[in-house]
């Protein structure tokens, strides 16, 4: 997180001067005279009406640079305010307007938002797509086993919490979280449905498999057994089948409507209503989430909690700062270096949850188990968030 800091510092601090030039001397001239001058301006001062039209255009100019950010603070103050208006199962029914609605509406936008041929670009991104994938399903597991070894060795840390953290660097990156993430900080959002998205066949024809998540149905069971010692099983059919219909047929739908669209016009000068409309609906995502996560609580006494939550926070923001160093040894382009950075330290609630329930069903201790990820999932939601827009001014500034 300092680097990103210093990075987005740096990018100014080096631009090199412009070169003086000799300007041939300007004749200043008095203005002419105003022919009327109202009583509020003969002595300089703005009118109230001037100076309240000045603070709303200032306003309504931080929403406009500011809108996810201010977008996520609203979410999360709404959701702590009354959370059972958003939780499953509530009145606003996220079980399908969030986990359907809002899922299927950013894959549809992003369909609708990328040329084919920045999607052709990506699937051929090799290099990029091993180091976001070796950096998720390898180097995150293998720091978070060694650091909660250590801190249970010291007597810091609850054997189950132990197996819960461990479970948590097991699992694969989020699906719609990182897409939303990588495209509202300036990021390579190609590449980052590419880690969500392997072809399956000729682009733009065949459906496409979520490369991270097949990745981590086959791995994750495996991993577990032999690290946590747990017995289970997954099903493989059912999670790709949500993936196909929540992820991969709306960007899909979206690569087939934008030809036509296009064509008629429909798409020209809206790139900005698509990105606030994705944006609006990862928003969605984060009050949701943060709802269940106020209402359901963690189970864990506040000190162990303040103390895991701490753990959890140092651990991600590592994690980060290591995923923007390799970026930058592997010569990545700050759009390239943010999708990295925001693709490779996430961690999938969705694929998660149910993966604890099954694989560790009948443990008395399950709630501890769960508690990692349910502080991870919310805490990179809002990072993230908090980095986007330093991320979105890293990729401005970069040379063409």
Same mark, same amino acid.
């Given at each position: 997180?300092?680097?990103?800091?210093?990075?987005?510092?740096?990018?100014?601090?080096?631009?090199?001067?412009?070169?003086?030039?000799?300007?041939?001397?300007?004749?200043?001239?008095?203005?002419?005279?105003?022919?009327?001058?109202?009583?509020?301006?003969?002595?300089?001062?703005?009118?109230?009406?001037?100076?309240?039209?000045?603070?709303?255009?200032?306003?309504?100019?931080?929403?406009?640079? %500011?809108?996810?950010? *201010?977008?996520?603070? $609203?979410?999360?103050?709404?959701?702590?305010?009354?959370?059972?208006?958003?939780?499953?199962?509530?009145?606003? /029914?996220?079980? /399908?307007? *969030?986990?359907?609605?809002?899922?299927?509406?950013?894959?549809?936008?992003?369909?609708?938002?990328?040329?084919?041929?920045?999607?052709?670009?990506?699937?051929?991104?090799?290099?990029?797509?091993?180091?976001?994938?070796?950096?998720?399903?390898?180097?995150?597991?293998?720091?978070?086993?060694?650091?909660?070894?250590?801190?249970?060795?010291?007597?810091?840390?609850?054997?189950?919490?132990?197996?819960?953290?461990?479970?948590?660097?097991?699992?694969? +990156?989020?699906?719609?979280?990182?897409?939303?993430?990588?495209?509202?900080?300036?990021?390579?959002?190609?590449?980052?449905?590419?880690?969500?998205?392997?072809?399956?066949?000729?682009?733009?024809?065949?459906? %496409?498999?979520?490369?991270?998540?097949?990745?981590?149905?086959?791995?994750?069971?495996?991993?577990? !057994?032999?690290?946590?010692?747990?017995?289970?099983?997954?099903?493989?059919?059912? +999670?790709?089948?949500? #993936?196909? +219909?929540?992820?991969?047929?709306?960007? #899909?739908?979206?690569?087939?409507?934008?030809?036509?669209?296009?064509?008629?016009?429909?798409?020209?000068?809206?790139?900005?209503?698509?990105?606030?409309?994705?944006?609006?609906?990862?928003?969605?995502?984060?009050?949701?989430?943060?709802?269940?996560?106020?209402?359901?609580?963690?189970?864990?006494?506040?000190?162990?909690?303040?103390g895991l939550l701490a753990f959890v926070a140092g651990l991600h923001a590592s994690h980060l700062w290591l995923a923007w160093q390799?970026?930058?040894?592997?010569?990545?382009?700050?759009?390239?270096?943010? $999708? !990295?950075?925001? $693709?490779? +330290?996430?961690? $999938?609630?969705?694929?998660?949850?149910? !993966?604890?329930? *099954?694989?560790?069903?009948?443990?008395?201790?399950?709630?501890?188990?769960?508690?990692?990820?349910?502080?991870?999932?919310?805490?990179?939601?809002? *990072?993230?968030?908090?980095?986007?827009?330093?991320?979105?001014?890293?990729?401005?500034?970069?040379?063409?």
């Amino acid at each position: 997180m300092i680097v990103l800091a210093v990075a987005a510092a740096s990018s100014a601090a080096f631009t090199p001067a412009l070169p003086l030039s000799r300007a041939p001397p300007v004749l200043l001239r008095s203005p002419p005279p105003l022919l009327a001058t109202s009583p509020a301006a003969s002595d300089g001062r703005p009118t109230p009406l001037q100076r309240l039209k000045t603070a709303t255009s200032s306003v309504a100019g931080f929403l406009d640079r %500011r809108y996810f950010l *201010v977008g996520v603070v $609203t979410a999360v103050a709404l959701a702590a305010a009354y959370p059972p208006l958003g939780r499953r199962g509530g009145p606003l /029914r996220p079980e /399908r307007t *969030v986990a359907w609605g809002a899922t299927c509406g950013i894959f549809l936008l992003s369909g609708l938002n990328l040329p084919t041929s920045e999607l052709a670009r990506a699937a051929v991104s090799v290099r990029l797509h091993a180091l976001i994938q070796g950096f998720n399903l390898l180097l995150i597991p293998l720091t978070t086993v060694l650091s909660c070894n250590a801190l249970l060795a010291a007597g810091l840390l609850q054997p189950a919490l132990r197996d819960g953290m461990v479970v948590m660097g097991l699992l694969p +990156t989020t699906i719609n979280m990182c897409v939303a993430l990588s495209r509202s900080s300036g990021g390579d959002e190609a590449v980052a449905i590419f880690n969500a998205v392997l072809p399956a066949a000729v682009l733009g024809v065949a459906l %496409r498999l979520v490369l991270g998540n097949l990745l981590g149905v086959l791995l994750t069971p495996y991993l577990l !057994l032999k690290l946590v010692g747990s017995a289970g099983a997954l099903s493989a059919a059912d +999670t790709l089948q949500k #993936l196909a +219909t929540r992820v991969l047929l709306p960007l #899909l739908v979206g690569q087939l409507l934008r030809p036509p669209l296009q064509g008629a016009g429909v798409l020209a000068g809206r790139r900005k209503l698509l990105s606030r409309s994705s944006e609006s609906l990862l928003l969605l995502i984060v009050y949701s989430t943060f709802c269940d996560t106020f209402l359901r609580g963690f189970g864990v006494p506040p000190a162990t909690l303040a103390g895991l939550l701490a753990f959890v926070a140092g651990l991600h923001a590592s994690h980060l700062w290591l995923a923007w160093q390799l970026g930058g040894l592997a010569g990545l382009r700050a759009k390239q270096r943010i $999708t !990295l950075t925001l $693709t490779a +330290t996430q961690k $999938t609630l969705a694929l998660g949850m149910p !993966l604890l329930g *099954v694989v560790f069903a009948g443990r008395p201790d399950l709630g501890l188990l769960c508690t990692p990820l349910l502080l991870q999932h919310p805490l990179q939601l809002l *990072v993230g968030s908090l980095l986007s827009p330093r991320l979105k001014r890293i990729a401005a500034e970069e040379a063409p």
